[in-house]
Structure formats: structure tokens, C-alpha cells
DNA sequence: AAGACGGGGAT
DNA sequence: ATCCCAGTCTT
């Protein structure tokens, strides 16, 4: 049985459909850009578009440029990434954009390895925004288009490593055509956004269900092969929600782990005793009283967090501690830190 | 190669 | 509950 092309089979239908039935209307997709393309491909990793969406817009408005989002302060573009998740990508977002203006004028780079080298841009991303601008035909390697190539191509095994990433990458390779190639990276992607879905898959709208080797195996639930999930993690913390009438003590978390560089309520590990942290910080003299919130899980996809919220109102707090990692902030001004959805849970039911 | 890193949509 | 989302970085 000899092999067909690809392109013939596979990469030909694909475009077509994708001129009937592809998105054609998300904003990043209008007066299309280096710069839209590359903030829309950070914000939508991990994270679905219509999550996306909203934040993009905001983001775009308050940064038309990457100049214009060089030249911001850090905390200025934490605070519109508050809510989104995977804060690291707001600060090598903000930190790539520096190293654009000082490397290369302000311009994006079109060049794979620049591109590449920049903080928070791997190889699906830098893939994404040299092809989806037509500027090299370059492979995305997201989730839907693992799928998909999975499926169709019945590619077996774990495709974030080994054999199988290896085989994944040359064979989305071998699809892209040579002339509509950034219609088919978007094409791809549609089709396991719309179509070639995890569970819901609709093989009978799909343009090439006639070659797809998994539907032909009734394979199609089983690619590609789930990682096995790790049991998730649990832990609980004391959030110290220092507050004086409408004013909120918070501080900086460091720049590791979770919520890394996010403005937070003093955290306690659950086997820290309240009363004596309160007095070491608060000072001994000063009187306050204590009341508590409903204890609530945060969930993260790796971890279980149970947070419980210990209010403590003070009269008068001492702002000589206050340092550039502690601040004593009114509550309208908490928006524009960067917050985690904890944070905002607890502010918003105070 | 494995784990960390958020939060939410869909089922 | 569980899976998974336009992945990357660190260990």
C-alpha cells in the first residue's frame, strides 16, 4: 500500500473547510499584527479563548504597542493579568517587550531563534506568530492540533516526549503547504477547537473523517494518550486580612512558587499560631479583634489549597513598617495590583 | 523526564 | 469529579 501525500489527503480539505466553517472574527485576528498575534498566543496558552477574550481587549487598549508596553511599569501590566493565571507569563510578556525595544528597536523580531529566545515564547509559540503572520510556514504544537494529528495520523503514545513528540512534530510538518500556510495553521487549530474535540468529537462535520487512521480504527476516544494524573496535592493556609475601616494590608509574595510577585494578604502556614504573629506585627500594644471568614478551597490544576481568611481590625496601624513589598491600600486601589482570584474572593465578600 | 505553574469551561 | 485548555520554565 503506498503512502499518499499529505497535502493531498489531508492539508487540501483542511483549507477548505476552513474558508466555510473557520474563526474568522476573534480580535486578535482583525488588523492582524506581530505584536496582537504574540499576546494573544501568551494569554491563550493553557487557557481558552472565550476566558481570553475580555483580557486581550483591556490589554490591547491599555497597550496599542510593544513600546507602549515596555515603557509600563511591571505592576501596571500584573494588574491586567490579575484572574488570568500563570502570572510568569505577564512578566516575561512585560520583560520581553524591554528586550525588544533595547534589542531591536521596538520591532518583533522575525527571525525563529530571536523569537524564541525571548522570555515566555517556546517553539509552538514562536511557530505560531512567524506562521499565523505568513511569515515562515512553521508548526503550532498545541492541543488541538496534537489531536488531530494524533487521530488522523494515529499517532500512539505520550506526545510530550520521546518517539512520539518527535514523530508528532514531522508529521504536522510534513502537512503545512507552501502558499496558504498561515490558513492552515489557524485551519488546524479551528478543527480541534470545533470538530476533532476531546470527548464530543463530530466526526460527520470533520473534512477528512475518510482518512482519519483512528476513526477508521473507532480508535478516536483514545488518542491521544492522557497522561497519567498525579494524585493533586493538598495544603492550607491562614490569610491575614489586616484591615483598618476600608484599608487593607497586604504584601508582596515572592517570586517563586504560587501567585509569585502578587500582592497578598500575609500568609500563614496552618502550623504558624496566630496570636503571636498578630502581636509581633502588629506591635504588642496595639489592640485589635479578630473575626473569621468561611474557610474555602482554591483549586489549582496541581494543588488544593484551603484558605482561611482571619480578619483582624485594628484601630490605628503604625504605616513606619510599611516597606516597597508591604503596603496599606484602600480597597477601590486593590485593582490595579496584581491579585490572585483568592485575594479578589475576599475582598469582593468583605 | 517530571513537576510547577491558575483558573475556568465543558461534560 | 475529571479532563483539558493556542505551553513554558525549572529542576
Known amino acids: ?47 481558552q479563548v ?11 487598549s491599555d497597550f496599542p504597542s510593544i513600546s507602549g508596553l515596555a515603557n509600563a511599569k511591571e505592576s501596571e501590566v500584573m494588574s491586567h ?34 523569537i524564541v529566545a525571548l522570555p515566555g515564547i517556546g517553539p509552538s509559540t514562536a511557530g505560531a506568530i512567524l506562521s499565523l503572520n505568513k511569515i515562515e510556514p512553521r508548526p503550532i504544537m498545541d492541543g488541538n492540533v496534537k489531536r488531530v494529528i494524533a487521530r488522523h495520523f494515529y499517532v500512539e503514545g505520550d506526545l510530550s516526549k520521546g518517539d512520539s513528540k518527535n514523530r508528532i512534530w514531522k508529521l504536522t510538518e510534513s502537512c503545512i503547504p507552501d502558499s496558504e500556510f498561515d490558513v492552515f495553521t489557524q485551519a488546524i487549530m479551528d478543527l480541534g477547537a470545533t470538530v476533532c474535540l476531546p470527548r464530543k468529537y463530530k466526526c460527520e462535520q470533520c473534512p ?39 484599608d487593607f494590608l497586604l504584601e508582596r509574595r515572592d517570586s517563586n512558587g504560587i501567585w ?16 503571636p504573629w498578630i502581636n509581633s506585627y502588629i506591635g504588642v500594644s496595639n489592640s485589635y479583634e479578630l ?39 484602600k480597597r477601590q486601589k486593590i485593582k490595579s495590583l496584581g491579585i490572585s482570584k483568592a485575594v479578589k474572593k475576599i475582598i469582593d465578600e468583605l
Open 81 to 114: 493579568w490579575s484572574g488570568l493565571g500563570y502570572y510568569s507569563r505577564a512578566r516575561n510578556l512585560h520583560k520581553a517587550a524591554t528586550i525588544i525595544k533595547k534589542e531591536y528597536g521596538g520591532k518583533f523580531p522575525q527571525n525563529f531563534d530571536q
Open 1 to 47: 500500500m503506498t503512502k499518499k501525500n499529505p497535502q493531498e489527503i489531508f492539508t487540501k480539505p483542511i483549507l477548505e473547510w476552513w474558508h466555510k466553517s473557520g474563526r474568522k472574527d476573534l480580535p486578535w485576528q482583525k488588523e492582524k499584527s506581530l505584536y496582537k498575534t504574540w499576546v494573544s498566543e501568551i494569554m491563550l496558552q493553557q487557557t
Open 291 to 329: 473575626s473569621y471568614m468561611d474557610p474555602f478551597i482554591h483549586s489549582l490544576s496541581h494543588i488544593d489549597i484551603k484558605i482561611n481568611p482571619i480578619i483582624v481590625d485594628v484601630n490605628d496601624y503604625k504605616t513606619d513598617t510599611i516597606s516597597k513589598d508591604m503596603i496599606f491600600i
Open 208 to 246: 477528512v473523517n475518510q482518512s482519519c487512521i483512528a476513526k477508521r480504527k473507532n480508535m478516536v476516544e483514545s488518542l491521544p494518550q492522557k497522561k497519567a494524573r498525579k494524585r493533586k496535592k493538598k495544603t492550607e493556609y491562614n490569610f491575614m486580612v489586616i484591615r483598618s475601616g476600608e
Open 50 to 60: 472565550k476566558t481570553v477574550i475580555p483580557y486581550f481587549l483591556k490589554f490591547l
Open 260 to 275: 509569585p510577585g502578587l500582592w497578598s494578604f500575609p500568609t500563614l502556614e496552618i502550623n504558624e499560631k496566630v496570636r
